[in-house]
């Protein structure tokens, strides 16, 4: 699977800060007085490469010549080992879920092709020679390079079309990020071992870990991360170093855990189903608020998202989110004692982070909200009418978990799709209506109560208290078949009842659905024992 890569770092800090280049008898980034304007040319170099080397493929039909020309172009300007180390970036985004070691083979075999065919005086023909060699080594049996579960389909294909196929492959991002930084010893100790193979072992752990961060973001985090390593493992004092440097690097750090999340749910879900998310997620914490007050809030975070977590500006994400932060402060201090509290720090991501992190609020004691009428859902504005129905649900359900009220909207959508194109609208409306008026009510307060429970309690007393519930609804279980019930459940509530939950993993955790209708949709989802809340 053939993807050759990625961008060089970039500054996100100011003033004349101490940056990486690779060091070529080092095999490690050595440090360089540079300024912005030579960070920026830098950039600029890298994202050409990163566009061109992503895209290669899908280029050819442009002409070999060019994409050779540009390639080894910017491999000649980068020179080899930072194209190595950004390669070792961009296929560790892409391939999330492979092993060092097969990152590692890549990696080697796309350094290679370039470092040969970009030689003076080759062969014009050996860059497409190479890269034709690399696809059908893709194919083989005994591929070293990372596995995907749609290479054979591919590989059914010859040339071109098979070449296209393998580079639009990528993995599913990881669920929930794995990286863990060690001590700070055993940093530095594995530093002086190998300082090559620390930094490249680091660079694919957490480029892996948060695939989904705008690629600029990933690259200033990883790029000052390895400063402050190179730094600190060789200073007198290192304690008091790496937390100086670690204080520097904490807005940089958040920027990229909340943009690893936020991006991660826009990948999987989409601008318009990101949107009503985010109206939930909103309405959950300050379920006070009103559908106008939240919705254009929502509408404006779906557009940071669309505009920043592909982008390749530098500071897109950054400046972006903090001015759609202090928005979310202007509209919504004054609701909530708790949110007004997080906009009273001084950084504005570390703001974010701590509204993103509030608890569901008590859902305040309102009546059953009017659901849409036949006209309204088959109307021209039918979908922000189911928006504003499930919008009510959430401000009186808040600690149903995300992924439930996805999967209402989700049918919502598909009973709006095939009713209101259906030869008798007011009977299949009608029938619809009438399943969901049966069994979502308490399958909502199922899922409420759960969650609320979860976010009540602390975690032992959780799962003693599931065990418990149990013990009663079960009463037929062995001992070991209980056990394994209460761990289900249990990690179902620590990874899907928060906010901040993966989607692509809560969403494997529930069943689709076999019906079409919303209760249908939301009572079926527990069963095969994913996430039992029945």
Known sequence: MLTLCPAAGINHLSGNRQFLHINAERGFPARFLGGRRKTSRTMRAAVTLLLLLLAAARAEHRGRAYVRDKVCQEFKTLGKDQFRTLTIIANSRKYSNATFEEINHLVHEIVSLAETCCA?????????????????????????????????????????????????????PQPVPKYLQPSNEEICQAFKKDPKDFADRFLYEYASSYSQAPLPVLLGS??????????????????????????????????????????????????????????????????????????????????????????????????????????????????????????????IISNYFCISALQPAPAPGLPQPPKPTNKQLCGEDGARH???????????????????????????EKVIRECCSAKDVPACLDSKRQQMDGE??????????????????????????????????????????????????????????PATSPPLYCTSKVKPPPLVAVSAALGNTCKGGSCLLV
């Open 120 to 172: 003076e005086g080759t062969d014009p023909s050996c860059y497409d020679a190479g890269s034709s060699a690399l696809s059908a080594k893709s194919c083989s049996s005994r591929s070293p390079f990372p596995a995907h579960p749609g290479t054979a389909e591919c590989c059914s294909h010859e040339g071109l079309e098979r070449k296209l196929c393998l580079a639009a492959l990528r993995h599913p």
């Open 222 to 347: 990883t790029r000052t991360f390895l400063s402050m390593v190179s730094t600190c493992c060789i200073s007198p004092t290192p304690t008091v170093c790496f937390l100086k440097e670690k204080l520097e690097r904490k807005n940089l750090s958040l920027l990229t855990l909340m943009s690893n999340r936020v991006c991660s749910r826009f990948m999987a879900y989409g601008k318009d189903k990101v949107t009503f998310s985010y109206l939930a997620m909103l309405a959950q914490k300050t379920p006070g608020a009103s559908f106008e007050d939240l919705s254009p809030l929502a509408e404006d975070a779906a557009e940071v998202f669309s505009q920043c977590c592909d982008s390749v500006a530098e500071d897109c994400m950054q400046k972006k989110l903090s001015e759609h932060t202090a928005k979310i402060c202007s509209v919504l201090s004054a609701r909530d004692g708790r949110l007004a509290d997080c906009c009273q720090g001084k950084n």
């Open 386 to 412: 189911v928006k504003r129905y499930l919008f009510e649900l959430r401000r009186r359900h808040t600690s149903v978990p995300d992924i439930f009220l996805g999967k209402l909207y989700d049918a919502s």
């Open 440 to 497: 979502l009510p308490p399958f909502l307060e199922k899922a409420n109560q759960l969650c609320g429970e979860y976010n009540k309690l602390n975690f032992l007393d959780f799962k003693k208290k599931l065990r418990e519930s149990l013990m009663r609804t079960t009463p037929d279980a062995s001992p070991e078949q209980l056990g394994l019930l209460v761990e289900q459940r249990a990690e179902f509530a620590s990874t899907c009842c």
